[in-house]
């Protein structure tokens, strides 16, 4: 067992006690708003993550605040509070995922019917002229790394159980893409968004392409092929997409593995290693650590990629998880970041941009993914 695990699980604990089903402890963007929180994608991440820690350990505490957190926001007829399809946000699918995990484990039909509810926003939600979601409608035209994985995974796995897998083809052809137009042939690494129309003014006129490799956004963007794969039963009439994007994925791991750090960790703008005051940031270095441990619980990857991702749960836990005040504090996190919109011009996508967003503590956009690892870890033990 890695050494920092006994810590981190109690550092999990302490969060859920300090939490209630209106103001959790982790949703830091909320709790600065001081508002309670609605359906979003920052709760999403962390519910989905108390569930794989549910499954991993068998500990139903996980398993009951999860569920009564998604319960209490989700109506009879399945009807979500605080969630509005036609805002046609990309992010608020990702807390439908954990829809699928608790209707598999408890039946509930009002989660069956809220499933069906976010469906609908990915059926309708704007695309680009080459086919892909658009990120928000306030976004028109751009594609985010970050809104691949909030979308993709639950369209790929909708598609699977209810859908016959109708549209297996789209979701392939949006993945392809990002690959097209996204990744940088030199690095390896993704730029953070592509504003198709090339209007955007954060973007390079002639790509479409914004300034810079954001470390949480390709993250995310490796947990969106690592889930959709997970969420894929190809067969044999979609075998060649599959096993290309298995390829996509490996080929990630491997640029990606280039820019780590000797402390395990990955920078905020990892090109940018050696630039002041870049800095090593928990969340994208805990998906990281996620991606690599469950590719290879999954046979994507070779086991010799299990040893960085242990590595980096614990270069986290070195450097970032503390006691302060007789509790434990996991720092280092990146809050938000973003690109535009037109009235936000600070959004620039530029080096100075990243660095000029705040660095908190215990926001789940860093937890989540943490908590994803160590749920591997555990499996590993197991």
Not at 109 to 135: C, D, S
Not at 168 to 182: L, R, S, T
Not at 303 to 321: H, S, T, V
Request: overall charge negative.
């Amino acid at each position: 067992m890695p050494m920092q695990m006994p810590v981190f699980e109690r550092y999990i604990n302490e969060l859920i006690e300090k939490s209630t089903l209106d103001i959790p402890v982790w949703n830091i963007e909320k709790a600065m708003e001081g508002k309670a929180v609605g359906w979003n994608y920052i709760d999403g991440c962390m519910i989905l993550a108390l569930l794989e820690t549910y499954q991993a350990t068998g500990e139903k505490k996980y398993y009951e605040f999860a569920d009564a957190f998604i319960d209490h926001r989700v109506g009879e007829s399945g009807a979500i509070k605080g969630y509005d399809p036609e805002e046609y946000n990309i992010d608020n699918v990702n807390a439908g995922k954990t829809l699928f995990a608790l209707y598999g484990m408890n039946g509930k039909e009002k989660y069956r019917r809220a499933i069906e509810l976010i469906y609908g926003q990915v059926k309708n939600q704007p695309r680009t002229m080459e086919g892909n979601f658009w990120h928000k409608k306030i976004y028109p035209n751009q594609v985010w790394l970050d809104g691949m994985y909030m979308g993709q995974p639950f369209y790929m796995e909708y598609e699977t159980k209810f859908n016959h897998k109708e549209n297996y083809g789209d979701i392939f052809a949006q993945f392809a893409n990002v690959v097209k137009h996204m990744r940088d042939e030199k690095t390896g690494l993704y730029y953070h968004g592509y504003d198709a129309s090339k209007k955007a003014f954060w973007c390079n006129q002639e790509t479409g392409l914004s300034e810079n490799f954001w470390l949480r956004a390709i993250g995310w963007y490796s947990m969106a092929l690592l889930d959709t794969l997970s969420k894929c039963e190809p067969g044999e009439e979609y075998r060649a997409e599959y096993e290309n994007l298995k390829k996509v994925f490996v080929q990630l791991m491997d640029d990606m593995l280039r820019f780590q750090d000797e402390s395990g960790m990955w920078y905020q703008l990892p090109a940018l290693a050696g630039r002041t005051p870049n800095y090593l940031e928990t969340s994208g270095s805990a998906i990281m650590a996620y991606s690599l441990l469950k590719g290879v619980r999954l046979g994507f990857l070779p086991e010799q990629y299990r040893k960085p991702g242990i590595k980096a749960f614990n270069g986290i836990c070195d450097r970032y998880l503390k006691e302060k005040d007789g509790s434990l504090q996991l720092g280092g996190i990146c809050l938000v970041a973003g690109l535009g919109p037109e009235s936000n011009p600070r959004r620039d996508g530029s080096f100075e941009y990243y660095m000029s967003e705040p660095v908190v503590e215990n926001d789940a956009k860093g937890v989540g993914p943490l908590l994803l690892a160590y749920t591997e870890l555990r499996r590993l033990e197991d």
